[in-house]
């Protein structure tokens, strides 16, 4: 397995794999991987001759009071784990090599953005979009794998490649959890035991709206209502949102009728939890 800071090294790296006739698949990531992150390569790696991510822990999807100090790393333990699953190359780029001095160009998915992660973290998404343009413009990959996990940002990113025309297709990955249902995140690490334990709530809340839907509940409102008071009644639990919008288009609902996305982003101590749960009348998936 290879590993390259700059970008003209992983450029001629993509150029030979193209040159050799390979599909390229790429996983962009923050490092401090987990099991999701794995799963994400697995996908890459089945569907593509040759498997690229990053490890780039971007500044500019932060916000001031973020955690971007002290955002976890440990490249060595990250690189062993990438290896173990097939990834052929690392493009682990400085903060300079990514934002040179002047950098002054940045993209914004409009509407999309504009709720959920999007409202409560403004600039987010702005951030995002703007280092995944910068990654597929690097490494131009045929296909891009995400977590269901970051459902907001995958729709995003989505939206992003087709109004640009940037012709690569962006998978969508489902969401991998720990065997009691917390959702995989490298923030879990925040966590001490008592507030891993509370953390279960965000899953938990999530299965009753599942199971108030499979139950015949068609009002939203009501679906609502219940995963905020399952959540409300862990004491250690802040809700940041609880949303409930039609999926992919994330505009508001009242009935069901349709896939929607049951979404809400929790704090736990000092720590930001986001999960989701897709829910259609007649097919319900996690």
């Not at 108030?212 to 609502?224: F, K, P, R």
Request: hydrophobic residues 45%; glycine residues 6%; contains cysteine.
């Amino acid at each position: 397995m290879y590993i390259f800071n700059t970008i003209q090294e992983i450029q001629d790296y993509i150029s030979s794999a193209r040159a050799a006739g390979r599909k390229i698949g790429f996983v962009p990531t923050m490092g401090y991987l987990h099991e999701g992150h794995l799963e994400l390569m697995r996908w890459a790696k089945q569907h593509c001759g040759t498997v690229v991510i990053s490890i780039f822990v971007n500044p500019t999807q932060f916000g001031p009071k973020e955690d971007l100090a002290q955002y976890p790393k440990d490249l060595d333990r990250d690189v062993q784990m990438a290896e173990s699953v097939g990834v052929d190359a690392i493009f682990h780029p400085s903060v300079a090599e990514m934002y040179p001095s002047g950098y002054c160009t940045y993209v914004d998915v409009e509407r999309i953005t504009e709720r959920l992660c999007g409202l409560s973290r403004p600039g987010h998404f702005r951030g995002v979009a703007t280092v995944v343009t910068k990654l597929f413009n690097i490494v131009k990959p045929d296909q891009a794998f995400f977590g269901q996990k970051d459902a907001q940002q995958v729709l995003v990113i989505k939206r992003m490649v087709a109004d640009l025309n940037m012709g690569l297709e962006v998978v969508m990955v489902p969401t991998v959890r720990e065997a009691d249902g917390l959702a995989m995140s490298s923030r879990n690490i925040y966590l001490n035991r008592e507030q891993r334990q509370a953390a279960l709530v965000l899953n938990k809340s999530l299965k009753k709206a599942k199971e108030a839907v499979e139950a015949g509940q068609m009002d939203i409102s009501i679906i609502h209502q219940l995963v905020v008071a399952t959540i409300a009644a862990e004491p250690l639990a802040e809700i940041d949102y609880v949303e409930i919008y039609s999926y992919p288009e994330l505009e508001p609902v009242i009935k069901m009728g349709g896939p929607v996305l049951v979404a809400l982003a929790v704090i736990i101590g000092q720590t930001r939890l986001i999960d989701n749960m897709i829910l259609g009348v007649e097919d319900q998936c996690s």
